[in-house]
C-alpha cells in the first residue's frame, strides 16, 4: 500500500535545543497532519497542513512548534525550543483529499523522540 | 472527555476464538477509520467507512452513524491479531481524525 516514510526513527536531543521532523509523504497526496503519541497512550491531533498553510491545529500544538513543507521536499515538524514533556513518538500521516472518499490516513512508521 | 471511546480498553483471546470491539462516539461522525498498532508501533489500516459494513478476510467492521458507534470482529483470532486496535472518527466539521483511547488485544495459544 501507500507508504509515508519518516526520518529518522529515533532522535535523542538535550532539552532547549532544536529539534526537526521529517516526513516524505505518500507522492500524489495534499494533506499533511502530524499526530503525537505518548508511550502507551492514545494519538493526540497535532495539526493538519494544506497548500502550504495550517489547516487546523490543536492546544498540544505550542508555540515552539512549527510545521513547513517546501515545494518538492520533507513535510517538518520543527520544535524550538524542546521541552522535557515533548519526548514521545511522533506520527506523520497523508491522505489524498478532505472528502468522504478519499480522506483515508496513511500513517509512517513515526519518530521517537527522546528529550533529555 | 474523551469524544471516541473505545471498549474494552484490553482483552485476551484464546486463538481461533472470536470477538468485537466497539468505538462509541459523543461527536456527529462522518467516517470511522480502523487500525492496528503492532508492538514496534507502526500502524496498519485495517478499514474506512462511511456508513455500512466492511469486511476483509477475518475482519468485519460496521460504523452506524445514527448510533453512533462502529465494531470490529476478529473471527478465529491468530497470535498474529495481537496488538492495540484503534477507531479514528471524522466529524462532520472537523479536518481531521480524532482517535479513540484504543483496545489492547492479546491472543494466546
Known amino acids: 500500500g501507500p507508504k509515508v516514510l519518516q526520518i529518522p526513527s529515533h532522535q535523542i536531543i538535550d532539552m532547549g535545543q532544536m529539534v526537526t521532523l521529517n516526513c516524505d509523504p505518500v507522492?500524489?497526496?495534499?494533506?499533511f497532519y502530524w499526530y503525537k503519541q505518548i508511550l502507551g497512550q492514545q494519538m493526540e491531533f497535532l495539526v493538519n497542513?494544506?497548500?502550504?498553510?495550517?489547516?487546523?491545529k490543536s492546544k498540544l500544538f505550542k508555540d515552539q512548534f512549527s510545521v513547513e513543507r517546501p515545494d518538492g521536499s520533507y513535510f517538518t515538524l520543527k520544535i524550538q525550543p524542546t521541552a522535557l514533556e515533548d519526548s514521545a513518538v511522533y506520527f506523520c500521516?497523508?491522505?489524498?483529499?478532505?472528502?468522504?472518499?478519499?480522506?483515508?490516513?496513511?500513517f509512517g512508521a513515526g519518530t521517537r523522540l527522546s528529550v533529555l | 472527555g474523551d469524544q471516541v471511546k473505545q471498549s474494552p480498553s484490553a482483552l485476551s483471546l484464546q486463538e481461533g476464538t472470536n470477538s468485537a470491539l466497539r468505538c462509541n462516539f459523543s461527536?456527529?461522525?462522518?467516517?470511522v477509520q480502523w487500525f492496528l498498532q503492532n508492538p514496534r508501533g507502526s500502524l496498519m489500516n485495517l478499514f474506512y467507512?462511511?456508513?455500512g459494513t466492511k469486511e476483509n478476510g477475518r475482519l468485519k467492521s460496521t460504523f452506524n452513524s445514527k448510533e453512533s458507534y462502529s465494531t470490529l470482529h476478529i473471527r478465529d483470532a491468530q497470535l498474529e491479531d495481537s496488538g492495540t486496535y484503534f477507531c479514528?472518527?471524522?466529524?462532520?466539521?472537523?479536518?481531521?481524525?480524532?482517535f479513540g483511547t484504543g483496545t489492547k488485544l492479546q491472543v494466546v495459544p
Open positions: 461527536i456527529a461522525t462522518t467516517t
Open positions: 507522492s500524489n497526496h495534499l494533506y
Open positions: 467507512l462511511v456508513p
Open positions: 497542513f494544506y497548500n502550504g498553510k495550517v489547516m487546523e
Open positions: 479514528a472518527a471524522e466529524a462532520g466539521s472537523g479536518t481531521y481524525q480524532r
Open positions: 500521516a497523508s491522505s489524498l483529499a478532505l472528502d468522504n472518499s478519499q480522506n483515508t490516513l496513511y
